[in-house]
DNA sequence: GTCTATATACCGATAGAC
DNA sequence: GTCTATCGGTATATAGAC
């Protein structure tokens, strides 16, 4: 009886095998990672992974398509269905979130790859990543011919974006180092507020008061510009 | 005649060192930086590495220190002297921009931390992060009292402008690839707007229009917070 | 201070028995 | 399909000659 394992115990080898192997490359990178390790987590023998995957190399890029390849999807119908410039930028903004959310290996892939310039992308995740960038370009011009937003780079929108949403997705080892230092918003070390929802109301409106919160009017369509925030204060001396 | 070296072609032996390693580090991350490489990059045999620094982890602590200890105190600066709350938020923007468009080694060695947790970081790094995510509290929280900021996580908004500033200095390789892949803004390869004008921008305001843009407002010279930045529109006597 | 040579350990990948 | 054993290559770190 060469097999120990119970087939009937869980998923299909492969589907183990790169699960573990997302854990591991989040945590160490590509070249941190040890293929032993992603064995031993998946419980299965190094042999066995080399049988049902292949080299180091393909596992990588079978890990990256494996978060990517439905996220895009979603992104793009999210995008699809908003009625309006801002309900767009708004509804990407909340979907490449979303994805950023749905593991907490996917902000940390995405990390290392923009640290290394994308050297370890295979090229069908980097036709993706493409699609997106365009889509978020284009959601930026349409908005810009019909005065909803204002002037800026479509490219610098993109990469801000996906820069702050893995961040704010990444940071939870951070944020218990920092909370030992000094730095702690709620009692609870989680964020006081949804990530997603920050996301939007500082790609739509920025920081500074003085215009309505953007998510109590998501469909507001894209008439003129909005009546002129009044400056609330007496801060200016 | 053992020294095979010229000792005045250059700085000392411990700086270039530190800059070689700066080098790998950034690009192939702590685990993927053969010390070898390093050693090579300086110029010098590495049994000298060896003899000048000690081992890996400690010219891992040495290079972080080397690009962060001095932009600490111009981050710091920066805020202390601008007279309102948005002016120290604009203030503590393009410093950390600044920072990270300072070298680029700096950005990408931030995003493998980001992705690894800190897993590497020294204590001594993990001190002065922790004062700039408090600095950005204190503005935050003093402008939200003062009216001039709606609500927002202060931690959240840390790390997201830490994500995005990183992101978008460490992205020259990623925007060549997707340029080939039809995103191209402009012309050349460059962004068409100043990364930290687009930060500030995006930070105080939002990418939706209906308010004054406040970069026409700021003073030309990078990290000028002479005048009063943003409130300043007609509305507002 | 400088360099060569090497100890020691580990990793990716495969061969081959079962 | 599964596992053990191992090859070949390479890494960190140090010993020791000069």
Redesign the interface.
């Known amino acids: 009886m060469p097999k120990k394992r119970d087939p009937d115990e869980g998923p299909a080898a492969r589907e183990r095998i790169v699960e573990a192997a997302a854990e591991v490359f989040?945590?160490?990178?590509?070249?941190?990672a040890r293929v032993d390790e992603i064995a031993r987590r998946a419980g299965i023998n190094k042999a066995m992974l080399y049988y049902h995957l292949g080299d180091k190399r393909v596992l990588y890029e079978a890990v990256l398509l494996h978060f990517l390849s439905g996220a895009w999807q979603e992104i793009e119908e999210a995008v699809r269905v908003s009625p309006s410039s801002?309900g767009r930028?708004q509804a990407l903004v909340k979907a490449v979130s979303a994805m950023a959310a749905s593991s907490p290996h996917c902000?940390?892939?995405m990390?290392?790859?923009?640290?290394?310039?994308?050297?370890d992308?295979p090229e069908p995740v980097?036709?993706g990543?493409?699609r997106i960038?365009?889509l978020t370009?284009g959601v930026?011009e349409e908005?810009r011919r019909r005065?909803?937003?204002?002037?800026?780079?479509?490219?610098?929108?993109h990469?801000?974006?996906?820069?702050?949403?893995?961040?704010?997705n990444?940071?939870?080892?951070?944020?218990q180092?920092?909370k030992a230092?000094?730095?702690q918003?709620v009692p609870g070390m989680d964020?006081?507020?949804d990530?997603g929802e920050?996301?939007v109301?500082?790609?739509?409106?920025?920081?500074?008061?003085?215009?309505g919160?953007?998510l109590r009017k998501t469909t507001r369509a894209s008439g003129g510009?909005?009546?002129?925030?009044?400056?609330?204060?007496?801060?200016?001396?």
């Open positions: 989040a945590e160490k990178g590509f070249g941190g801002e930028l902000p940390k892939l990390l290392r790859e923009l640290a290394t310039g994308g050297a992308l980097l036709r990543m493409a960038a365009l370009k930026l908005g005065g909803s937003f204002r002037k800026a780079d479509p490219l610098m929108v990469l801000a974006l996906v820069g702050a949403v893995m961040a704010l990444a940071s939870a080892p951070i944020r180092k920092l230092r000094g730095i918003v964020f006081s507020q990530v920050f996301l109301g500082l790609f739509l409106t920025g920081l500074v008061s003085g215009r919160d953007p510009p909005k009546r002129r925030p009044v400056s609330t204060r007496g801060a200016v001396p």
